[in-house]
C-alpha cells in the first residue's frame, strides 16, 4: 500500500484544514485507516482512525469534538477534517493504513500543519 498525503498548511488558530490521503491498491477497504502526528521534538502521536467500512472511528481525546476522520473507498482515500485549530495541533501529520492501538502497517510522507496563535 502506498499512501500520499495532502492538504497540509499554514492557518490562524481558530482556523480548518483538511487533509487528504490518498492510497494506491485494490484493497483499500479492507484496511484500518488513521492519521497520526509528530511535533517537534516529541514522539509521534496517535491522532484519529477509522475502520474498513467507515462505520468506527476513534479520536485522542485532545482532537475530540473538533476533528473528523472519514474515508471514501470509492476513491482510496481518507479525510481528516480539522476544526478550531490550536497552536498545539501544528507538527506533520502521517497518513497511516493498516492502524492497530498506536502503530500502522504502513505510513504516507506526512504533511506540515503550522496554527499561528
Known amino acids: 500500500?502506498?499512501?500520499?498525503?495532502?492538504?497540509?498548511?499554514l492557518?490562524?488558530?481558530g482556523g480548518s484544514l483538511r487533509l487528504s490521503c490518498a492510497a494506491?491498491?485494490?484493497t483499500f477497504s479492507s484496511y484500518n485507516m488513521g492519521w497520526f502526528?509528530?511535533?517537534p521534538g516529541k514522539?509521534?502521536?496517535?491522532?484519529?482512525a477509522v475502520s474498513g467500512s467507515g462505520d468506527d472511528t476513534y479520536y485522542t481525546d485532545s482532537v475530540?469534538?473538533?476533528f473528523t476522520i472519514s474515508r471514501d473507498n470509492a476513491k482510496n482515500t481518507v479525510y481528516l477534517?480539522?476544526?478550531s485549530l490550536k497552536p498545539e495541533d501544528t507538527a506533520v501529520y502521517y497518513c497511516a493504513a493498516g492502524v492497530q492501538l498506536s502503530t500502522?502497517?504502513?505510513?504516507?510522507?506526512?504533511?506540515q500543519v503550522t496554527v499561528s496563535s
Not at 43 to 48: D, G, K, L, P, S
Not at 105 to 110: I, L, S, V
Open 24 to 26: 494506491s491498491g485494490r
Open 104 to 111: 500502522a502497517a504502513y505510513w504516507g510522507q506526512g504533511t
Open 1 to 9: 500500500v502506498q499512501l500520499q498525503a495532502s492538504g497540509g498548511g
Open 11 to 13: 492557518v490562524p488558530a
Open 37 to 39: 502526528r509528530q511535533a
Open 81 to 83: 477534517q480539522m476544526n
Open 64 to 66: 475530540k469534538g473538533r
Open 43 to 48: 514522539e509521534r502521536q496517535f491522532v484519529a
